[in-house]
């Protein structure tokens, strides 16, 4: 993290379901070995069972390891869930909450994901906190409102990130994830100013410029990356499937250099 004005950029690859841990494995090892630009910071994300596969293809590169998801106790009789403690023991620095996918097919709440963020600050891991509104919101001119509601209540009573952790909030709008149809970038940045000013009002401003970092996600690609992360408020991108292939993500992170 840098100062606001000169942040390091940040690309989070979201491997989804999408690749066996044999695979993940192979696609970590063409990641470690490829040319990346030192301004550009890169998260991967794999699925639970493929994390100590690519923790140890990871552990000697800049390459920084996330998960997709956290559960908001340490321990206990959570079938099926995964604890931030797991995730630390694993390597894993950031971790992923709140996606739209996860609200979406598995009723995830704002209140469940204020819980992983305080979990995940409490242990040491930097959340990855996705926001965004449906197509009827925006059709509605509801956005800024459904946004901003979401960020008061997933970050209630969270103080701010300390001893080496950073909160970052990715602006994903539902309607463009995975549809090849992606939020115009003028849109996208409207509303990362918007995230900011309310990381602001909660946080305060030295805490946000040195500590907070504002992503797009939703269909993101080489052809389209740089038109998002080119002003002061957008800090870089989520990716999803332009992720899962080598070439692929290579070229959207050296788009970013």
């Known amino acids: 993290m840098g100062q606001r004005g000169q942040p390091r950029r940040l690309v989070v690859g979201n491997w989804k379901m999408e690749l066996l841990t044999l695979e993940a494995v192979e696609l970590a090892k063409a990641l470690v070995v490829g040319r990346r630009p030192a301004a550009v910071e890169t998260v991967v994300c794999p699925s639970f069972p493929a994390l100590p596969a690519v923790a140890k293809v990871l552990e000697r590169s800049s390459i920084a390891l996330g998960a997709q998801d956290l559960f908001w106790a340490e321990s206990g009789a959570y079938t099926g869930e995964v604890s931030a403690r797991d995730l630390r023991s694993l390597a894993c620095r950031y971790v992923i909450v709140g996606h739209s996918e996860r609200r979406r097919e598995l009723g995830e709440t704002d209140a469940m994901v204020n819980r992983k963020v305080l979990a995940a600050l409490g242990l040491g891991l930097s959340p990855i906190v996705c926001v965004g509104e449906s197509r009827e919101e925006r059709q509605a001119n509801r956005q800024h409102h459904v946004v901003e509601r979401q960020l008061q209540v997933a970050l209630s009573n969270v103080p ?46 030295r805490v946000v410029n040195t500590t907070t970092r504002v992503l797009y996600g939703g269909s993101v690609r080489p052809d389209n990356v740089s038109t998002f992360v080119n002003g002061e408020h957008l800090q870089g991108v989520l990716v999803g499937g332009a992720s899962i292939n080598a070439i692929t993500f290579s070229a959207l992170i050296k788009r970013l250099s």
Not at 173 to 188: C, Q, R, S, V
């Open 160 to 205: 701010p990130p300390r001893h080496g952790t950073e909160l970052v909030v990715a602006y994903e709008p539902i309607w463009a994830i995975g549809t090849d149809h992606p939020a115009e970038p003028a849109d996208a940045h409207d509303m990362a100013a918007a995230i900011r000013q309310a990381l602001t009002d909660v946080f305060g401003e």
